[in-house]
């Protein structure tokens, strides 16, 4: 996650939590438990990304000239504040499925109209869930549009399906996934044959992080569990996240999170920390009635060596 500063961090929501919109103070009430990273809003938890109880995944990302927000509300929709959709997510559905059931029902409202002006939030969002699942959701209509993405890389690029044209230098796609049949749980998209094909640059732009990031998961050896997953999905962040350099960019990579479906545990790494931490998501914790948000501090985490 790309920032200015560090302003999120673990926290977990129960079942029963009531939070009220920044767009027009409606009140809701969350049905499932929650882990993932977030902070406290004035009514509410702005969930960046997380895990339910269900194994459902969410995370929103920067979505630069694709955003399509309405300035006026409706009462035959469920109308959002762009950054409230991940926690409504979370809070209600067990599955992609589910969510794609559900989705023309939401609208994304900008904060012109707004009980508290917030702007105009230019927002995507990743859904995975346990069946293998992994889509996109775009604002850039109303209502909003999925897309499916075996290929499970996504960055704050605009437009899908052109930084997959773009992939195509790099990647000797297999024939499902170029006919769009790639089945779900197929770990590779590739051939794995890279011969004659470019290799990625060094670039820090959203493009190149995609191309880079979906070309060494091409290249990686696949994790037989869980362990070898959370390590080599680190690994690969390696190659995508931004250093802190204020002489040229304001936004660095504050934080990195991951998410295992199956077990419902989320590993987090503040940037200067260089070290995880781990939370499960516990069938004890789903009798929780109130909201904790953990303390993690964002500091070098070193274990010394003793004779």
Partial sequence: MDWHALVA????????????????GASYVNRFAIIGTGRQRTAEIDISDGV????????????????HLLSEAS??????????LPCYLLANYRSVAEIEDHLPEIRLLSGENARENYGYPELHYVVADRSGRVVIIEPTTQPLQ??????GVVTNAYDFQKQLSKLKDYLNFTPEFSAGKQLKNV?????????GKKVPSSSY????????????????DQPQNERENVSSSFQLLNSVSVPKSSAYQKTYS?????????SLQYYFEPAARLGLVRLQLTSEMLTFK??????????????TLKM
Avoid: M
């Fill in 187 to 195: 770990a590779k998209v590739s051939t794995g044959s890279f011969a």
């Fill in 254 to 262: 504050v934080y990195r999170a991951a998410y295992c479906l199956e």
């Fill in 290 to 303: 109130q909201a904790h948000f953990f303390s993690v501090k964002n500091e070098l985490n070193a274990v």
């Fill in 146 to 151: 999925i897309i499916d993405n075996p290929l």
């Fill in 75 to 84: 009462n035959a929709y469920t109308c959002l504040a762009p950054f409230e």
């Fill in 9 to 24: 961090g673990p926290v977990f929501v129960p079942r029963g939590f009531r939070w009220h919109s920044s767009f027009d």
């Fill in 205 to 220: 732009t959203p493009s190149g992080r995609f191309i880079r990031a979906a070309y060494y998961k091409e290249r990686a």
């Fill in 52 to 67: 339910n109880e269900c194994g459902l995944s969410v995370q929103k990302l920067t979505f630069k000239h694709g955003t």
